[in-house]
């Protein structure tokens, strides 16, 4: 009986998740499971699409607790915010008397006053980036209802980090904040996550830079891996994909690591993972692009989210970054990046377009100078 009721508590442990570090993160826990658990125990009007029918709530806040009908609509009356009005007055919560007598009142309008002598130099473009994508989906629905987000599914929130570069790490803020639904697959957010090494164009085109090709590097290096609590999730979906995490697995089982697993992103749905929020996990592309992915938050979704299942992964936050522009004119954004040139400024050197062939070629097209000339893209592309 003591085995049963200690394994009764390590399940209810995986599914329900508690602090490891208070603050920080969770344990680990499965995510379906978390799901099932909170469905089970709210009630269908608790998460339901539907306005809820007011009188059926008034007789459940009654039944709650313990009173009467009748004890509820007075207390409805009493409490109600007509009853701080005298009758006669208009209400304007906004403007403040010009010699109030309440003491509430005079700090009030002390501070609207300290308010009116800030000057602001500069708007916070993130933040109202970020509440222009919150207001367009807020509570949009599908036109076909067959795309409607089900009643009770799981909505996840993903933080996704600039790549690691350790030599310069310096950006630690998230790039992207994006939500899944637990009904969808690794792959909807890998296909998800911008990242400008995706539109990288390899190659050195000094010599011929009106041979650039069109294709970029997401076309010719497919491959990818999620990593979450000990599973390599690699992206199989094309043949010329390969197992970006056998090199790491073949390196552990020689250095005395805990044996890993790899599974098919395209074949696991979020609600198949175990994880802990708020926890670092790994995203990896084109061979050794790293990205850290934190699980910020899990919840069923609720009337007011996007019900259109067909935008997610639907962008929350996106890191608005300053664009680089070019170190001859200063107007146009750089397409060119050049190294050992000696008509650049400095090493490396940005150019736009213009000002690249002008400076480096003449009029046949032929090199002025001897350099290596690489395409740019410039971060402030997803902007």
């Known amino acids: 009986m003591a085995e049963a009721g200690d394994s009764v508590g390590r399940s209810e442990d995986e599914n329900v998740p508690t602090y490891e570090n208070v603050d920080v993160n969770s344990k680990i826990f499965r995510v379906g499971t978390f799901g099932r658990l909170w469905t089970e125990k709210l009630r269908p009007s608790d998460f339901s ?27 409805k009356e009493i409490c109600s915010p007509d009853t701080l009005k005298s009758g006669t007055e208009t209400v304007q919560t906004e403007i403040v008397p010009a010699e109030p007598i309440l003491r509430t009142l005079r700090l009030r309008k002390r501070r609207q006053d300290y308010q009116e002598t800030l000057q602001r130099d500069f708007s916070d473009r993130q933040n109202i980036h970020a509440s222009e994508l919150e207001g367009l989906a ?3 629905k599908p036109m076909d209802p067959k795309y409607l987000v ?33 009904s969808q697959k690794l792959t909807q957010l890998r296909d998800a996550i911008c990242c400008v090494s995706d539109l990288q164009v390899n190659g050195e085109f000094g010599n011929t830079p009106d041979m650039v090709p069109e294709f970029i590097s997401k076309d010719l290096y497919k491959s990818a891996f999620f990593f979450f609590e000990g599973v390599f999730y690699n992206d199989f979906r094309y043949p010329e994909c390969i197992d970006l995490s056998k090199t790491i697995v073949d390196w552990t089982k ?22 802990k929020v708020g ?4 995203y990896c592309h084109q061979g050794d692009c790293e990205h850290v992915v934190l699980i910020t938050d899990i919840r069923i979704a609720h009337q007011d989210d996007c019900l259109d299942m067909n935008l997610y992964p639907l962008l929350a936050y996106k890191h608005r970054v300053k664009t680089r522009k070019c170190s001859v004119c200063h107007m146009y954004i750089s397409r060119w990046i050049t190294t050992n040139d000696s008509l ?8 736009c377009e ?30």
């Open 279 to 282: 926890y670092p996990y790994q």
């Open 344 to 351: 650049a400024p400095m090493d490396p050197c940005l150019f």
């Open 138 to 140: 807020a509570g949009k």
């Open 49 to 75: 699409f539907q306005d809820g029918d007011e009188e059926a709530e008034d007789a459940a806040f009654s039944l709650d607790m313990g009173i009467t009908p009748q004890t509820l609509r007075e207390i």
């Open 150 to 182: 089900p009643e009770g599914e799981i909505i996840l929130s993903v933080n996704v980090l600039y790549p690691a570069i350790f030599q310069r790490f310096r950006f630690t803020r998230q790039h992207q904040t994006l939500r899944v639904l637990g």
């Open 254 to 275: 020689t250095h005395d690591f805990p044996p890993f697993q790899s599974r098919k992103m395209e074949e696991t749905l979020f609600s198949d993972l175990r994880l």
């Open 354 to 383: 213009q000002c690249f062939r002008m400076l480096h070629y003449d009029k046949q097209g032929n090199k002025l100078c001897d350099f290596l000339a690489y395409p740019y893209v410039d971060p402030g592309a997803f902007n």
